[in-house]
Every structure is written in C-alpha cells, then in structure tokens.
C-alpha cells in the first residue's frame, strides 16, 4: 500500500503516521530531553581550564602562572589526567599530585610503583597510608603566615609562606625526615614534610594555596612552589581524571555508575515521563459503530427501512412510499405519456380494470392510514389493482414506453 492509499477505515498511511506523530511527539521529545541531561551528567568531565591548581587553568584557583614560570626556567611541564600516565614517570623527573582524594585503590598501586620524586599536595589518611606511611594528618591551620623553622634549603630560600590548609606530623621521625613551618608551642606538626619512601624524596604539602595564581605572588610562595616543583627537569603534573576513579571501582551492575542523587532523579523523572503518556495518550471510551463499505440485499433494505417506519410510527410516509411505486409500476403498465398526471393515471387505471374510479383513485391518492392494520389493507388493496390491471390489460406489444414525467412520478406526500 502507498502512502496514500486509503485504507480499510477510511484513513491513510500518511494520515496514520501524521496522527501517531502528533501523539508520541510530546513524551518522545521528554525522554530525549532525560536521556540527554543524563549522558551529559555521567559523561562531562571537569574541563582543564577550571579545576583547582590544574596547570592549564588561569583562574585564580588555578596553577597556570607557576607552571609557566617553571617552564621558563627550562623545566618540561607534562599536565596528565591518567595515573597509567602518571606512573611512567621515572627517575630524575618529580611527580606532582593534586586532588588525591580522587585516587583510588588502582591508582595509588601505579603511583606506588613510580620511581620519580614525590610532591602530594593536600593527601588525605588513605594516600599518606600508601605513598607517605610515616605522614599523619593531626589537623588543620588557619590563614596565618609564619617562618619556615628548618635547615631544608628550599624553605629557607622562601622564608615566610602562608599556612592555610591541613597540618601532617610523623608518626616515626628518621633522619631522613623533615618538618617546616610549624605551628602551635610544641612544634611536632607543620604543613611542609619532606621524608623519603621506597628510595624517593616525597614532599607532603599541606597548604595548596601557595600554588595558585591568586597566592602565588604573596610573601614567599613562589620560591617555596618553584624550589619544590622546579628541583627536577622534568615535572609531571598530574590531575586525575575523576572518570577513572569510577572505572576502577567495578561495579556490581549498572547502576553503581550513577550517582545516588542521579538515581532519584531518573525515578522523578521516569514518573514524569509515565504521567505523561498516561495524559497524551489515547483513552479507550465506549466501543463505536463505524460505517464501512458493504454491500447490502435489496430486501434487507427494505425491510430495515419498514422496520424504521415503524418504529417511528411513519403511517402516511409508509403509504406514500408505496403508492408512488404503484403508480410508476402503472404508468409504466399502461404505456402513458410523460405528462399523464397522477389523477389521471388513478382514471385510467380504474377504466382498465373497470372497478369504480373513485374506490381506485382513494387507494392510489387517498389519506393515509391511520394504523397500522390500515397500512396493511392499502398495501393489499394497491397489489389488487396492480394483478387486475396486468390480467385484464396486458401491455401492448407496439406501444413504446414513455419516461415518465415528474407529475406521473412525483412522491405521493401523506
């Protein structure tokens, strides 16, 4: 079937499609819309350009300015977002991390295994715990500017830097270890250690703030960043990608990808979508009947249209009906010309059969019947005068039968 072909129900394909369109057009253009914000929301990464201390981000939280400073001084800056990345950083080169919250178990293993020096910018408990083990966290400093209060050569350059972020302290001191800017009577805790693990200098920086481009220029930072980041020729500086956290998590279904807060907006939303449909959607009503093209006997027609008038009590229509059908049936009997009336076809009708004129024309042009058994003698009386006139006066073969006339033919009205 075309498109246009018309169908079984009176409709076409074209139609059909436009109706189904307009009907599914709202809540497909819904699920679009929710399928769309949900990708965007698994899938957008954190861009390069706005993350806190990402070397490629001039925003005032970002590391851009250090890191151009360093790579004017001869230093080779490699931002990565891998720790497959990351881990391939071998000796001589210095490995910066920031955002080590967003480590996870796999990525801390590869970090582990690099030989290149360490520089851990803020590390909570579980990477101090795989890459410093000797480094707890004991606290946290406010925004105050001290004295560096220690022989390490970098901090004594700087001088004074802001403390402003999370204070470490050893749990084991080794000759190897060193503590700077410390804070409080006692001295046991600062935000600047430096100790050794597995044959390689680890930095743990607990103030990030001297990194970014709003602090850089403030007291001593940019000598204590520069002097920290800028000792090998080559710094890795690595911002994981928080994507990979989640790969490596292996979830157990489909769903631990999500988001918890996600999850319960897919569920509003998948109600949203249901109410929706329910409300666009077609509602089934009473069943109609459809007129559809069959092909119907005569007689069934006939008698549908009998059974109508008399349900509808039509007496003189009824009549009428079949006196204007005798008196076609007559007519054409008697060979009369088109412009025989029916008076006239009543009068010659009676002389034909010799009954008496005025009985003839009552039956063919009298009153309607007032009942039903009335109807049902007329209908009796007009097929007697139509037997006595084909007995009686049989059509002459030489006549020529004229159309009747629309006086000759008209509809008997009750």
């Known amino acids: 079937m075309s498109v246009g072909t018309a169908a079984g129900d009176g409709t076409t394909t074209a139609s059909r499609a436009r109706a189904r369109w307009r ?27 706005g993350r806190r201390l990402d070397p490629a981000s001039p925003n005032r939280a970002g590391a851009r300015a250090v890191a151009e400073i360093l790579r004017e001084q001869g230093v080779d800056v490699r931002r990565v977002v891998r720790s497959s990345e990351a881990s391939s950083a071998g000796a001589g080169a210095t490995l910066v991390v920031v955002d080590p919250y967003l480590l996870g178990p796999d990525q801390l293993n590869r970090l582990a295994v690099s030989s290149a020096d360490l520089v851990l910018v803020e590390p909570g408990p579980e990477v101090l715990a795989r890459l410093a083990p000797e480094v707890i966290i004991s606290g946290q400093a406010g925004s105050d500017v001290v004295e560096p209060r220690c022989d390490l050569a970098a901090a004594r350059t700087a001088g004074r830097a802001r403390v402003r972020g999370l204070l470490y302290r050893f749990s084991s001191t080794t000759p190897d270890s060193t503590l700077c800017y410390p804070t409080g009577d006692r001295g046991d805790e ?48 690595y911002v994981p990608d928080p994507m990979e956290l989640g790969a490596s998590a292996e979830p157990t279904s489909p769903l631990d990808l999500l988001p918890a807060g996600l999850r319960w907006a897919a569920v509003a939303l998948c109600l949203a979508v249901l109410v929706c449909l329910l409300w666009r959607s077609r509602r089934l009503g009473p069943l109609v009947r459809e007129p559809l093209p069959v092909v119907v006997r005569s007689a069934e027609t006939q008698q549908g249209r ?3 008038y008399r349900r509808a009590k039509a007496r003189g229509r009824a009549a009428a009906t079949l006196r204007t059908a005798a008196l076609r049936r007559i007519a054409a009997r008697l060979g009369l010309s088109a412009d025989t009336t029916p008076d006239q076809v009543a009068a ?26 009335a109807l049902v003698r007329l209908a009796d009386d007009l097929d007697a005068v139509e037997q006595k006139l084909t007995a009686q006066a049989p059509r002459p073969a030489a006549a020529r039968p004229a159309a009747p006339s629309p006086a000759a033919t008209r509809e008997v009205r009750p």
């Open 23 to 49: 009907r599914w057009k709202w809540p497909l253009t819904v699920t679009a819309i929710v399928l769309l914000v949900t990708v965007v929301s698994v899938l957008a990464t954190p861009g390069g350009t």
């Open 190 to 237: 600062g935000s600047y250690l430096v100790t050794r693990n597995a044959g390689r200098r680890v930095v743990v920086l607990g103030q990030g703030d001297v990194l970014t481009n709003q602090h850089l220029a403030e007291d001593g930072n940019a000598a204590l960043a520069l002097h920290t980041l800028g000792a090998a020729p080559v710094l890795h500086w």
């Open 348 to 373: 010659l009708a009676a002389h034909a059969v010799g009954a008496d004129s005025v009985a003839v024309h009552t039956v063919l042009l009298g009153p309607a019947p007032t009942d039903d058994a």
């Open 306 to 308: 009998a059974r109508l």
